[in-house]
């Protein structure tokens, strides 16, 4: 199961192209929300989450997690004790973990880029502590995948459909998706 984490102030597009591009893949993914059922991204746009985070588990077959950025998205996840344990539990159990935009600056402060190549948004390099800053828009080592913004949104997903399934299913989504 891949787990997407939404708070409110999430970016939206980084939220749904990313589950759209998985889902395609046919990769089962699931919205989690953080505080409410519903969750409203940055630009007003409402979200039913598929779980409340009262009934997500670490015990559960976690293949992936997922955070979009956006603010005060990126905050409202990085406050969040569900969220924090879910990464605690994807860092040390080597699960993939994925952050765009703003969000990877959440897996800065954890310790989890020291050493590692990553991008962000820009302004957002110096909470990447420890990571060897790129200037890819998407960026993979390790278990970690990190972007840049809402733009490279469907070049995340697809990175994420690389790690999980195949490149071969990648290049077919993005071909079927009429992507450059």
Do not use: W
Not at 136 to 164: H, M, R, S, Y
Request: with cysteine.
């Amino acid at each position: 199961m891949i787990y997407m984490f939404l708070a409110d102030g999430f970016e939206e597009i980084e939220a749904i192209a990313t589950a759209d591009v998985i889902l395609r893949a046919g990769l089962e993914l699931k919205t989690v929300g953080i505080g409410a059922d519903v969750i409203t991204g940055a630009h007003g746009i409402k979200i039913e989450s598929d779980l409340s985070e009262n009934r997500v588990s670490t015990d559960d077959d976690i293949s992936a997690v997922i955070l979009p950025g956006g603010m005060p998205g990126t905050i409202n996840l990085k406050n969040s004790v569900v969220v924090n344990n879910f990464l605690d539990f994807a860092y040390k159990n080597d699960i993939l973990i994925c952050a765009i935009c703003a969000a990877p600056s959440i897996l800065g402060s954890l310790g989890y880029l020291n050493g590692k190549k990553a991008v962000c948004f820009p302004g957002f390099e110096d909470e990447l502590k420890g990571a060897i800053i790129q200037k890819d828009l998407v960026c993979k080592d390790a278990n970690i995948i990190t972007a840049k913004g809402a733009g490279v949104a469907i070049d995340f997903g697809l990175e994420i459909v690389k790690a999980l399934d195949s490149e071969e299913k990648a290049i077919s989504i993005k071909e079927s998706m009429q992507c450059k």
